[in-house]
Nanobody, 125 residues
Framework: QLQFVESGGGLVQPGGSLRLSCAAS????????IGWFRQAPGKEREGVSC????????HYADSVNGRFTISRDDPKNTVYLQMNNLRPEDTAVYYC??????????????????WGQGTQVTVSS
């Protein structure tokens, strides 16, 4: 069973940057796409960015495209989310998730219902 530990969140001013990390453990060879999701207070969880482990294709939500970058470090079983030019509306708890037999796009729109503890990102002056 896959497990994820998210880290790297914090308090940052608008326009600032953060890099989130998601360390996977368990059957790390059994997923075809992995991605980042977020949930703001009072809102549904949404897909932020996902990446295919087969062909490295990426998907970004429109709201973060051009500001966030997802990447993988396979030897470390870790996926990163570099977040630049952060905005107050990026404030949320960020989670990672993965699944098999899915594309990066499908994972972002239909993630599995299995989540770690997440990491809080707060963008405020």
């Amino acid at each position: 069973q896959l497990q994820f530990v998210e880290s790297g969140g914090g308090l940052v001013q608008p326009g600032g940057s953060l890099r989130l990390s998601c360390a996977a453990s368990g059957f790390t060879l059994d997923y075809d796409a992995i991605g980042w999701f977020r949930q703001a207070p009072g809102k549904e969880r949404e897909g932020v960015s996902c990446i295919s482990t087969i062909d490295n294709k990426t998907h970004y939500a429109d709201s973060v495209n051009g500001r966030f970058t997802i990447s993988r470090d396979d030897p470390k079983n870790t996926v990163y989310l570099q977040m630049n030019n952060l905005r107050p509306e990026d404030t949320a708890v960020y989670y990672c998730a993965a699944d098999t037999y899915v594309s990066e796009f499908r994972l972002c729109v239909l993630p599995p219902d299995s989540w770690g503890q997440g990491t809080q990102v707060t963008v405020s002056s």
